[in-house]
């Protein structure tokens, strides 16, 4: 409808309006309509204009056909005729799609009997209500996944020291031992959840008496916490 309405003059827009409606109408079966009521298009809704002095004239109960001529298009009407196309497609009707749902103010409230005891099950004997969280912890953590820690930590040390001499951390590495390993788990705990600093040097740095931690120096001097970080393996 764009284009009769950019190639058409003033004069005859009305009559391109009117071609375009007629154009739709042979194609209206492939209209997906918005409603549930039939959806007739005919040429009782189209005014023809007159070409003598513009005025409108009305073709109530008359269909119209286009003649073409080098000026312009001209409708002219024809013999009424009406659209019968049995294959129109319809949207569904909200009626056919919320009757299944039904609301109620009605409300079922589920009964459940519950006969086991609630709390830890399975427990060390060593572990009673008064045991520290350590206890609880190392039952997650238990010492042979520490000791596993540990021998894949060294192992990659050495690995690193054959493929790298010149390695600043391998060249100086000792192996690391299980209660270590605890305290560098315990100090990365800390670094996570109780004090956040932009890198793990700055928690062994003096250069700053506000931000000072001397803390951290207490466990590992800043060299062999990042060198246990660098090495820190739990495969082989």
Known sequence: MLLFYSMASNKHRKTATQVAALFMSAHDSDIELDD???????????????ETDGAVSDTHGADTSVVTSDDACVVTPTAKTTDTSSTRRKRPSKKDTTDEFLWTSDVSVPTADFTETSGFRNLPANLTNDSKSLDFFE?????????????????RAAQ?????????YARSWTAVTVPEMRAFLGVRLSMEHLLLKPRYADYFSTSCQLTNTPGYRAVFSRDRFLSIWKFFHVVD
């Open 160 to 168: 690193t020291e054959q493929m790298k001499p010149d390695d600043y």
């Open 139 to 155: 039952l997650f953590l238990d010492s042979d996944i520490i000791q596993l820690m540990v021998d894949c930590t060294n192992k």
């Open 36 to 50: 549930d009521s039939d959806f007739e298009f005919s040429s009782s809704d189209i005014e023809s204009e007159s």
